[in-house]
């Protein structure tokens, strides 16, 4: 097994019927046709990011689903006051995406500031939900007690409803994300049922696809996050990833086990190997066994560098081509606005304004 079937087939046996029955969450992508999912230009992005959802986007691409990704730039200024460096986070998430395998010419990768009529939708979305509703957002009260600043900003309270937006304006039904964007697709489904009845029938409800393999977590077993220095960035050098993967927290016990509610650090290096060889971790485990930590690190650093080295080289080879990085926003963002601008001529039509 796998380390993402082991855990699928562990949540099917204890718990199928909430999985399956949940309207929120899809089981697969059977059925589906539109996916939109993104990333906040803050940085680049790094195992976490890939294992989580980047390389089930590549995935879904090649079967054939349509994929929208949004830069979410607007997103960036929830929780600080400036936009650092926005463009150059941009260009560097479409070096990430492309590296990883997403196709340029099928994908449209897209800036939320450069997309109006997206913007505008959120108007009417946010007269279709309580300040009630969104005081309860899980996510957003999380965001709000790590935020970096002293007060709480309009936008912190009110992105929820621009995702919706994100969402809505392109008709996506299918979202592949991570736990912490359920409560944003709550939202994102509440307004579209409410938009439907209230008007015209428009949009699709959205579901969740999440991600089967278990999260990963930082070199010190916390959350993993460039802003922590924990984090293997996709650009990352094998010297850098060796580096940081010598300093990962282990513990005492020379006898590895993948076991990670006890020993999450050295669980999060077994898993981490298994995620890269597509192997199950505890055959991992058993195979470095007494070799201990030293071993164990050893071990995660080939895997990591022989796993990456293929997107590394790739990556290295657009990192050149800043242009044609710039070329493929621009077309995507012309792509998004031309739909943004169709939806937004169907939301006046059905609300009978200008
Ligand atoms: N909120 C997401 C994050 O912080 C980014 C995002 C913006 C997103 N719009 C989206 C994700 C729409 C999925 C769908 O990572």
Redesign the pocket.
Known sequence: MTAASAVSAASAVSDAAPSTANPLIASSAEGHRRI?????PTGPLHLGHYFGTLQKRVQLQRQGIELMI?I?DY?VITDRDRADRVAEHAENLVLDYLAAGVDPDRATIFT?SAVPALNQLMLPFLSLISVAELSRNP?VKDEIAHSRQATVSGLMFT?PV??AA??LFCK?DL????Q??LP??ETTRTIARRFNDRYTPLFPEPQALLSEAPLLLGTDAGKMSKSRGNAITLGADEDETARLLRGAVTDNDRYISYDPETRPGVSNLVLLIALCQDRDPHAVAEEIGSGGAARLKRTATEAVNEYLRPLRTRRAELAADRALLREVLHTGNARANAIADRTLTEVRTAMGTF
Request: glycine share 8%.
């Open positions: 939109l999912t993104g990333d906040r949004v979410a997103q939320h996510t992105y621009h995702q994100d969402l996506a979202v592949p994300v991570g912490d964007q944003h697709l």
